[in-house]
């Protein structure tokens, strides 16, 4: 099994019991969702293959969550025509204005979190995605051997004093359940490669070998990886923080199961 493909389903179960979510009873949640994810790994068995893009493909056959869930509890299939299910306003009018524009100022924590973006419902209300900082905080959280590893790789590229770090990084790089073979192979072959050009490219001289390797890699190589473990981070924190969010919404289902039973 495809562990990426497998997230995404995942992600997708946990969107669709969100939006069930106060709708129905916390059985009728779960009962609805068992039948979803046998529907959906009946298709996978049916396919081809078990790739992400085929995974995602098949995801989008069942449609937006929103959109399923409301066509299981009204009985009726959405149609763009049905002037019953078009919102009054255009989509675009319920994004909230800039801060310039008179929407809400996000001072000083929304320089650390950096630019979210906005997600639509299907009833025309918005959802804002966290930022940088947020997603920090959620990996921690419930992702955190990846938290530390891509830790190590910024502590190795912007403190090259302490470039061995990038060592305990790449190891629990290669040991995540998160990151896919495509992320590993990156997440730690960019950086050596970079480092051994960097010490090939290294311009002083040295009569052995072990004193070259000695001299230029301080000099030379250890700066190459550093730079290329941020590059890294760039490229891998999008993926921990995406697998964080989706554990994150499946502890809230979890607990507000454990609540609704408690109810009844």
């Known amino acids: 099994m495809n562990q990426r493909s497998e997230q995404l389903v995942l992600d997708y179960l946990s969107r669709v019991g969100l939006a069930l979510y106060g709708r129905v009873s916390a059985k009728e949640r779960t009962a609805y969702l068992t039948r979803l994810r046998a529907r959906i790994d009946e298709r996978r068995e049916a396919a081809d293959n078990d790739e992400v893009d085929t995974v995602r493909r098949i995801l989008r056959g069942f449609g937006a969550p929103e ?19 078009i919102p009054n306003r255009p989509g675009h009018a319920n994004r909230p204005p800039p801060p310039w524009r008179g929407g809400p100022s ?16 299907m009833d025309g209300r918005t959802t ?5 900082l947020r997603n920090s905080l959620l990996m921690v959280r419930h992702r955190a051997p990846e938290a ?15 470039a061995f770090l990038w060592v305990l990084g790449a190891v629990l790089l290669l040991l995540s359940q998160v990151w896919g073979a495509r992320e590993k192979w990156v997440g730690v072959g960019l950086p050596l490669l970079s480092c ?27 700066p190459a990886l550093g730079i290329a473990s ?10 921990a923080a995406r697998s964080a969010r989706a554990a994150d919404r499946s502890a809230h ?12």
């Open 230 to 239: 941020l590059v890294c981070v760039l490229f891998l924190f999008p993926g």
């Open 67 to 85: 959109h399923l869930v409301e066509e299981e509890l009204t009985g009726q299939t959405l149609d763009l025509e049905d002037d019953a299910m």
């Open 196 to 222: 051994v050009v960097g010490v090939a490219l290294w311009n002083g001289e040295a009569k052995f070998i072990d004193l070259y390797i000695q001299q230029a890699l301080p000099a030379t190589g250890a």
């Open 106 to 121: 996000q001072g000083l924590l929304s320089l650390l979190e950096g630019p979210s973006q906005t997600d639509m419902r």
């Open 128 to 132: 804002r995605r966290p930022g940088v």
């Open 148 to 162: 530390v590893a891509l830790t190590m790789f910024v502590l190795a590229g912007v403190w090259w004093d302490v």
């Open 253 to 264: 289902l979890a607990a507000a199961d454990d609540a609704d039973l408690d109810v009844d």
